[in-house]
């Protein structure tokens, strides 16, 4: 047998091995959102498609001024290696949803059960973890990096944070009572709720009746604030108005629900992002 001969026919049982092998490995790995699955097709985005939400960190207030030279003050809201860390399916969860960590932590600081979480799903320790709910369509594979230009400058998000907590207040503060007169005959209770039951009947208080109690320290939701500018490289957004909380804080941005389709997006940013800005490289 001739040297060439060998070599020829040593390169066709290779090559033939090599594609049984491919063909083994793929009939294990069947998961659409496998790291090592081929690339699909980019998916479009519909009007009624719902993106995934972000985590960011209330870094406080500061000011800019519009072209036409209005001062509008504007939230700073800052991102922290924000990643997917899971994938809720249809199938095996009844919905479909992404959990989205943000701000790596350290293995020390961190209960076992979630250390095995994120080994399992082998993405790094992170601080705050949320879920958002999303179409199918707009399911992003896990270890997917989400950058500040996952919004575009001119659209309306929500903002959801828990307030400012205040303690026990009393119903002036809490619920803006008027309160008893200043004057004639009132005294040492000027600040007080007044009467709360009735007589013999009903001999009770009513359920949800507005007292003094605990007042803040409950999650609040501003709705569709206007994104005024986006600094990719910093990973900032800036929202116009106020934000709950206090200055670094976990918040939660998502696509603003009371604006359907294309409402929520200036003409000239149409079609956004989708499923994020990493997904159109």
């Not at 309160?179 to 040492?188: E, F």
């Not at 994104?227 to 709950?244: Q, T």
């Not at 604006?259 to 997904?279: A, C, I, N």
Request: net charge positive; aromatic share 8%.
């Amino acid at each position: 047998m001739s040297l060439n001969l060998f070599r020829q026919l040593t390169f066709s049982s290779n090559k033939a091995l090599n594609s049984s092998r491919v063909v083994i490995a793929a009939t294990f790995h069947t998961s659409p959102f496998s790291a090592n699955a081929a690339p699909a097709a980019t998916p479009q985005w519909k009007p009624n498609s719902i993106r995934t939400g972000l985590i960011a960190k209330k870094k406080g207030m500061t000011s800019v001024w519009s072209e036409t030279g209005v001062r509008l003050p504007v939230t700073v809201l800052q991102l922290e290696n924000v990643i997917v860390t899971d994938i809720r399916t249809e199938e095996k969860h009844g919905y479909n949803a992404l959990q989205i960590g943000c701000t790596e932590k350290k293995e020390k600081n961190t209960p076992k059960p979630l250390i095995e979480h994120f080994k399992s799903l082998g993405v790094g320790l992170r601080q705050k973890i949320f879920e958002f709910r999303v179409t199918k369509d707009a399911i992003i594979p896990i270890g997917t990096e989400l950058r500040a230009n996952h919004f575009v400058t001119g659209q309306y998000v929500d903002v959801t944070a828990p307030s400012i907590g205040k303690g026990f207040a009393g119903v002036m503060k809490r619920w803006n009572f008027k309160g008893l007169p200043a004057s004639h005959g009132v005294s040492l209770a000027h600040r007080s709720a007044g009467s709360t039951g009735q007589r013999k009947w009903p001999s009770k208080v009513f359920k949800g009746k507005k007292m003094a109690g605990r007042l803040g320290g409950e999650n609040v939701t501003v709705q569709s604030l206007k994104v005024v500018k986006v600094d990719p490289e910093l990973n900032l957004i800036y929202v116009k108005g106020s934000v709950p909380g206090f200055d670094d804080q976990f918040v939660k941005i998502k696509d603003a629900v009371k604006l359907h389709g294309e409402k929520r997006f200036p003409k000239d940013s149409l079609p956004p992002p989708f499923p994020t800005t990493v997904m159109n490289k």
